[in-house]
């Protein structure tokens, strides 16, 4: 039966400061923009979800491609996953240093490999063969990024309180601009894909959660679609995608799944971060418990983005000012 298709996105969840908002919520139409051309001419899911996440691996004011926190020896090291949730085909890459597009490396993965998940040089070795270039590293670097490391390592070396995720702090709620989508095409497939530089000033060879199956990301068309960012480390130890997607399948809606699942993240894994998550009859539910999260909706009415901001109470309850209605309320 055919559906109403729904892009939604996340472009991070953290404290992002006032003067970048703009510049991510137009990273974020933007990609919903690339997404949703894909889905009105009546695309897949997953190709929608590749497009967006790659629009937003190409706009330097996410943390993911060019453009992402570096690690503590200044490179950039990149994960992604993507995920259809029709066939449960998923692609993931991690530690790839010499790719512009990993969640297009990911793609491939999913559509050429036996395999599901690929690492390092044999992740730039598999894409190359598949016909993607490779680059040199210091093209995925900006100089700002290289100041905010010198800035982090200078804190670190002052024992500073971990700000950058890295260090195991609880109470760390700063930077992180990881990037994913999830979407529900006409012929009511779901997709989901999500994109990383992962943390600022994470050791070489660190992997967090986004291109983790069922941790930063998950599909399957009998229970939801999934998108997460923030803290890795909690987020890897809980499952969370597939945590989430197991309640949407249990009957709650994704509504009420979303905070609920943010809930728990603080609440068992001390851990921050913000999620997306789409059912199969288009439901959705969007959350966070870091100050801020950037996200992107689009529906056949047309596109919306915003900055969801959260009014900490002393519970440490969720209280998401400016979450999209959802039309069925
Ligand atoms: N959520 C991205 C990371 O921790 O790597």
């Not at 993965?109 to 063969?129: C, I, M, R, T």
């Not at 959705?284 to 801020?292: D, E, F, I, Q, S």
Request: hydrophobic share 40%; charged share 20%.
């Amino acid at each position: 039966m055919p559906r109403s298709p729904i892009l939604v996105l996340h472009g991070g969840a953290w404290d992002i400061p006032a003067d970048l908002l703009d510049a991510h919520e137009q990273g974020v139409f933007d990609a919903l923009q690339e997404g949703w051309r894909i889905i009105e001419r009546g695309g897949t899911a997953l190709d929608a979800v590749e497009a967006a996440v790659t629009t937003m691996e190409n706009d330097p004011a996410f943390d993911a491609g060019r453009g992402s926190f570096l690690t503590r020896d200044g490179r950039v090291q990149l994960d992604a996953l993507i995920m259809d949730g029709a066939t449960l085909r998923a692609g993931g890459v991690a530690c790839v240093e010499r790719i512009r597009n990993p969640i297009q490396a990911a793609r491939l993965v999913l559509d050429k490999s036996p395999h599901v998940y690929f690492v390092g040089p044999g992740a730039e070795a598999f894409a190359q063969a598949q016909g993607m270039t490779l680059i040199d590293n210091s093209e995925l670097i900006l100089d700002r990024e290289r100041q905010r490391l010198a800035e982090a390592q200078a804190r670190e070396q002052a024992g500073a309180p971990d700000q950058t995720f890295s260090g195991g702090s609880t109470s760390n709620q700063d930077s992180h601009d990881t990037v994913g989508a999830v979407a529900l095409d006409s012929d009511g497939r779901l997709a989901a894909a999500t994109s990383t530089g992962g943390t600022l000033n994470k050791d070489p060879g660190r992997v967090g959660d986004s291109s983790l199956i069922g941790c930063g990301c998950y599909a399957d068309n009998a229970s939801a679609a999934v998108s997460l960012t923030g803290w890795g480390e909690p987020i890897m130890k809980l499952v969370l995608g597939k945590w989430a997607t197991d309640r949407v399948l249990a009957g709650r809606s994704p509504e009420q799944v979303a905070p609920e699942a943010m809930a728990y993240l603080l609440r068992r894994a001390g851990g921050h971060g913000g999620i997306i998550l789409l059912a199969p009859d288009g439901r959705y539910g969007l959350a966070h418990n870091t100050p801020r999260m950037a996200w992107g909706l689009h529906t056949a009415d047309g596109p919306r983005t915003g900055t969801l901001v959260r009014e900490q109470d002393e519970n440490e309850t969720d209280t998401d000012q400016g979450a999209p209605a959802p039309p069925w309320n």
